[in-house]
Protein backbone atom coordinates (compact mmCIF):
# COMPACT_ATOMS: atom_id res chain seq x y z
CA UNK A 1 0.00 0.00 0.00
CA UNK A 2 3.03 2.29 0.56
CA UNK A 3 4.61 1.74 -2.80
CA UNK A 4 1.14 2.87 -4.32
CA UNK A 5 0.62 6.00 -1.82
CA UNK A 6 4.52 6.69 -2.86
CA UNK A 7 3.62 6.08 -6.47
CA UNK A 8 1.02 8.48 -6.58
CA UNK A 9 2.50 11.80 -4.42
CA UNK A 10 5.54 11.22 -7.16
CA UNK A 11 2.68 11.11 -10.38
CA UNK A 12 1.35 14.13 -8.70
CA UNK A 13 5.02 15.92 -8.05
CA UNK A 14 5.31 15.82 -11.59
CA UNK A 15 2.77 16.19 -13.49
CA UNK A 16 2.86 19.58 -11.13
CA UNK A 17 6.42 20.76 -11.80
CA UNK A 18 5.54 19.79 -15.87
CA UNK A 19 1.94 22.57 -15.36
CA UNK A 20 4.10 24.90 -13.35
CA UNK A 21 6.00 25.00 -17.47
CA UNK A 22 2.78 26.89 -18.79
CA UNK A 23 2.23 26.69 -22.61
CA UNK A 24 4.37 29.19 -24.61
CA UNK A 25 2.39 32.10 -25.54
CA UNK A 26 1.52 32.97 -28.33
CA UNK A 27 2.49 36.85 -29.04
CA UNK A 28 6.03 36.49 -28.50
CA UNK A 29 8.30 37.65 -31.36
CA UNK A 30 8.23 40.70 -32.98
CA UNK A 31 5.36 42.72 -33.71
CA UNK A 32 5.84 45.60 -36.83
CA UNK A 33 9.44 45.47 -35.26
CA UNK A 34 8.67 46.10 -31.86
CA UNK A 35 7.80 43.41 -28.50
CA UNK A 36 4.65 42.91 -27.63
CA UNK A 37 2.65 44.67 -24.88
CA UNK A 38 2.20 43.52 -21.50
CA UNK A 39 -1.21 42.38 -20.48
CA UNK A 40 -2.93 43.95 -17.56
CA UNK A 41 -1.62 41.23 -15.19
CA UNK A 42 1.32 42.96 -12.59
CA UNK A 43 3.66 39.98 -13.74
CA UNK A 44 5.46 41.71 -16.71
CA UNK A 45 7.54 44.44 -17.77
CA UNK A 46 8.77 45.85 -20.96
CA UNK A 47 11.06 48.65 -22.19
CA UNK A 48 7.94 49.63 -24.83
CA UNK A 49 5.27 50.34 -21.75
CA UNK A 50 4.41 53.62 -21.33
CA UNK A 51 2.48 52.92 -17.75
CA UNK A 52 4.63 52.85 -14.84
CA UNK A 53 3.73 49.06 -13.72
CA UNK A 54 5.15 47.59 -16.65
CA UNK A 55 7.76 49.92 -17.90
CA UNK A 56 11.76 49.29 -17.55
CA UNK A 57 14.24 50.92 -19.15
CA UNK A 58 15.67 48.93 -22.28
CA UNK A 59 19.81 48.15 -22.43
CA UNK A 60 21.97 50.85 -23.49
CA UNK A 61 24.45 49.63 -25.96
CA UNK A 62 28.14 51.43 -25.71
CA UNK A 63 29.86 51.04 -28.48
CA UNK A 64 29.38 48.32 -31.00
CA UNK A 65 26.34 46.83 -31.38
CA UNK A 66 26.84 43.42 -32.47
CA UNK A 67 29.85 42.83 -29.37
CA UNK A 68 26.88 44.10 -26.93
CA UNK A 69 24.57 41.23 -28.54
CA UNK A 70 27.65 38.80 -28.36
CA UNK A 71 27.71 39.72 -24.61
CA UNK A 72 24.16 39.06 -23.95
CA UNK A 73 24.27 35.89 -25.63
CA UNK A 74 27.02 35.03 -23.74
CA UNK A 75 25.70 35.91 -20.29
CA UNK A 76 22.28 33.74 -21.18
CA UNK A 77 23.99 30.49 -21.85
CA UNK A 78 25.82 30.83 -19.18
CA UNK A 79 22.71 31.52 -16.71
CA UNK A 80 21.64 28.12 -14.55
CA UNK A 81 18.07 27.29 -15.84
CA UNK A 82 18.15 29.50 -18.78
CA UNK A 83 17.28 28.28 -22.08
CA UNK A 84 17.79 30.27 -25.62
CA UNK A 85 14.76 29.53 -27.73
CA UNK A 86 15.44 31.97 -30.65
CA UNK A 87 18.59 33.67 -31.40
CA UNK A 88 18.36 35.83 -34.67
CA UNK A 89 20.87 38.47 -35.52
CA UNK A 90 18.48 41.17 -33.74
CA UNK A 91 15.97 39.08 -31.80
CA UNK A 92 16.40 36.96 -29.35
CA UNK A 93 13.92 34.42 -26.85
CA UNK A 94 15.38 32.55 -23.47
CA UNK A 95 13.24 30.77 -21.19
CA UNK A 96 14.04 31.53 -17.26
CA UNK A 97 12.92 28.36 -15.40
CA UNK A 98 12.87 28.74 -11.13
CA UNK A 99 15.25 26.36 -9.72
CA UNK A 100 12.17 25.23 -7.01
CA UNK A 101 9.06 25.57 -8.83
CA UNK A 102 9.79 25.21 -12.35
CA UNK A 103 8.10 27.91 -13.34
CA UNK A 104 8.98 29.37 -17.04
CA UNK A 105 9.20 32.77 -17.64
CA UNK A 106 9.64 34.27 -21.53
CA UNK A 107 12.27 36.75 -21.53
CA UNK A 108 12.80 38.64 -24.73
CA UNK A 109 15.47 40.60 -26.70
CA UNK A 110 15.21 42.90 -29.42
CA UNK A 111 18.61 44.63 -30.80
CA UNK A 112 17.75 48.41 -32.25
CA UNK A 113 21.75 49.65 -33.19
CA UNK A 114 20.28 52.56 -34.34
CA UNK A 115 18.95 53.44 -31.14
CA UNK A 116 21.99 52.17 -29.15
CA UNK A 117 19.61 50.01 -27.52
CA UNK A 118 18.39 46.45 -26.85
CA UNK A 119 14.47 46.64 -25.88
CA UNK A 120 13.32 43.79 -23.30
CA UNK A 121 10.32 41.83 -22.20
CA UNK A 122 9.93 39.32 -19.04
CA UNK A 123 6.72 37.80 -18.69
CA UNK A 124 5.67 35.29 -16.46
CA UNK A 125 3.49 31.96 -17.81
CA UNK A 126 1.51 31.68 -15.45
CA UNK A 127 -0.09 33.25 -12.27
CA UNK A 128 -1.26 36.92 -11.53
CA UNK A 129 2.09 38.52 -10.12
CA UNK A 130 5.58 37.73 -9.90
CA UNK A 131 6.73 39.88 -6.35
CA UNK A 132 9.04 41.74 -9.04
CA UNK A 133 11.04 38.83 -10.33
CA UNK A 134 10.51 40.22 -13.63
CA UNK A 135 11.52 43.18 -13.01
CA UNK A 136 14.46 42.00 -10.79
CA UNK A 137 15.55 39.77 -13.86
CA UNK A 138 15.93 42.55 -16.43
CA UNK A 139 17.91 44.55 -13.63
CA UNK A 140 20.01 41.84 -12.98
CA UNK A 141 21.37 41.33 -16.52
CA UNK A 142 21.62 45.15 -16.84
CA UNK A 143 23.80 45.06 -13.99
CA UNK A 144 25.70 41.87 -15.18
CA UNK A 145 26.48 43.11 -18.31
CA UNK A 146 27.62 46.63 -17.38
CA UNK A 147 30.13 44.76 -14.93
CA UNK A 148 31.52 43.12 -18.31
CA UNK A 149 32.38 46.65 -20.05
Not at 67 to 87: C, H, Q
Not at 107 to 125: H, L, N, Q, T, W
Amino acid sequence: MTSIIRRSVVVTLLVGMVACAGSVPSDLGLHAGKLAACPASPNCVTSGSADEQHSVEALRIDGDAQVAWASLVMLLKSTPDVRIVTNEPRYLHAEFTSHLMRYVDDVEFAMSPDRKEIAVRSASRLGYGDMGANRDRIEWIRGELASLD
